[in-house]
């Protein structure tokens, strides 16, 4: 299995707080993702990573920011978390980008109150 | 728009009950598609990638072609391990994929 550790799995806040999540990956892999799942939705891509500190917006970016200072690290920020980032964010890791497999993590469960 | 369709969105079948799932796609210029298996609480699991029209791939009793609208998974003779959403993705732009919703599949023993 592929080297991918998110956290935490799960975790309960109030609206307006900050949340981060991390990716932490042992592959060496050059590109990270971060996804949300809903139902009804699938997965969608919030934000991307080609390489240490180069980062890009995915479809549904609006109220997260990202940062990668480490290879083995891709951080997922909610500055002010609002109901509607409830969801099960899932990490995913590649070698090759979009052209080749990505490896997802075990994915981590967020709840606004 | 969708770009990537998955149907049925929930498919059940008895256990040696082939069939199969459907991926529609109308992204244009595709570089790659993807099936993934999905398990209740975990992450997704790659399973086909796909490159040209009329390619094809297996896996035990799976099988995964591709035309230059859609994808299909076939699966004969399931067994209740088979159980899992099926999850379909398109490389378009080459830099992330577009996931599907998915179609779960259930299989009864």
Known sequence: ?113 | EDQVTQSPEALRLQEGESSSLNCSYTVSGLRGLFWYRQDPGKGPEFLFTLYSAGEEKEKERLKATLTKKESFLHITAPKPEDSATYLCAVNQAGTALIFGKGTTLSVSS
């Open chain 1, 1 to 113: 299995d592929a080297g991918i550790t998110q956290s935490p799995r799960h975790k309960v806040t109030e609206t307006g707080t900050p949340v981060t999540l991390r990716c932490h990956q042992t592959e060496n892999h050059r590109y990270m993702y971060w996804y949300r799942q809903d139902p009804g939705h699938g997965l969608r891509l919030i934000h991307y990573s080609y390489g240490v500190k180069d980062t890009d917006k995915g479809e549904v970016s609006d109220g997260y920011s990202v940062s990668r200072s480490k290879t083995e690290d891709f951080l997922l920020t909610l500055e002010s978390a609002t109901s509607s980032q409830t969801s099960v964010y899932f990490c995913a890791i590649s070698e090759t980008g979009a052209r080749g497999e990505l490896f997802f993590g075990e994915g981590s469960r967020l709840t606004v109150l």
